[in-house]
């Protein structure tokens, strides 16, 4: 029978350290572009806008809204059997990138498209803690 230990968790690396290390401490960690302003999620080595190696870390409101979601009935693996149903979204960060995301925190026929949300974390490690996202 698998468990929640069975889950594939991420492992950091040189691009994505900050971010990881932020999670754990509870900060929603994204990168900021030191040439032109662009502010982008998932971590990358350049800028994504005008490809700019001046890249930043800043820590992001946590606050950001629904762009869209589905509702995961069947799970991808054992290792998520016990979690269906989960709200799997894409939610816009107030700062201007996507992340996705799952939305806890109340039902999954509860959550909809525009809902405010707000950053919350799941230790799945020491080294792990996953961002979700609840309403705000
Ligand atoms: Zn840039």
Redesign the pocket.
């Known amino acids: 029978m698998a468990t929640g230990s069975d889950k594939p968790i991420p492992t950091a690396t040189f691009e994505t350290r900050p971010y990881w290390e932020g999670c754990k401490r509870r900060e929603l960690r994204i990168q900021r ?1 030191a ?2 302003g ?1 502010n982008q999620f998932f971590p990358r080595l350049y ?1 994504t ?2 490809f ?1 190696d001046r890249i930043e870390w800043i820590k992001a409101s946590g606050r950001a809204t629904v762009s869209t979601f589905t509702i995961v009935r069947r799970p991808v693996s054992p290792a998520f059997a016990d979690d269906v149903p989960y709200v799997v979204a894409l939610v816009k960060l107030d700062e201007g990138p996507t992340m996705m995301t799952n939305i806890v925190g109340c039902a999954p026929e509860q959550v909809a498209i525009g809902m405010a949300v707000r950053v919350t974390f799941e230790d799945w490690s020491e080294e792990i803690a996953i961002p979700k996202f609840e309403p705000a």
């Open positions: 572009c040439a032109c662009h800028c806008r005008c700019s």
